[in-house]
Nanobody, 123 residues
Framework: QVQLVESGGGLVQAGGSMRLSCAASGGTFSTYAIGWFRQALGKEREFVATVSWSGRNTNYADSVKGRFTISRDNAKNTVYLQMNSLKPEDTAVYYC????????????????WGQGTQVTVSS
């Protein structure tokens, strides 16, 4: 059983940057692919990015490619999402999740979830 806790959300102006963190405990963190999903008000949860267990491979949604960077530090059991050039449409609750493979982009393919952190981008 892996427990995930997100942090780093808040309010930022359009064009700004923010870094989210996901701290893991329990289980064997380094064996899981870790992903970020987001859910805007009234919308379905959508894929943002994933990173492989080693950190060497990443996958991004087209909407964030070139602006967001996912990385992990297995020694600290932490995954990061660096978000640059933020847009109002990036406003959502961001969730950290753990699963067996980084190539799945649907929420039902992931096993463990954090409680989410709110990111609000003002125009």
């Amino acid at each position: 059983q892996v427990q995930l806790v997100e942090s780093g959300g808040g309010l930022v102006q359009a064009g700004g940057s923010m870094r989210l963190s996901c701290a893991a405990s329990g289980g064997t963190f380094s064996t899981y692919a870790i992903g970020w999903f987001r859910q805007a008000l009234g919308k379905e949860r959508e894929f943002v990015a994933t990173v492989s267990w080693s950190g060497r491979n990443t996958n991004y949604a087209d909407s964030v490619k070139g602006r967001f960077t996912i990385s992990r530090d297995n020694a600290k059991n932490t995954v990061y999402l660096q978000m640059n050039s933020l847009k109002p449409e990036d406003t959502a609750v961001y969730y950290c999740t753990a699963g067996a493979t980084m190539y799945r982009t649907k929420p039902e393919h992931y096993d463990y979830w954090g409680q989410g952190t709110q990111v609000t981008v003002s125009s």
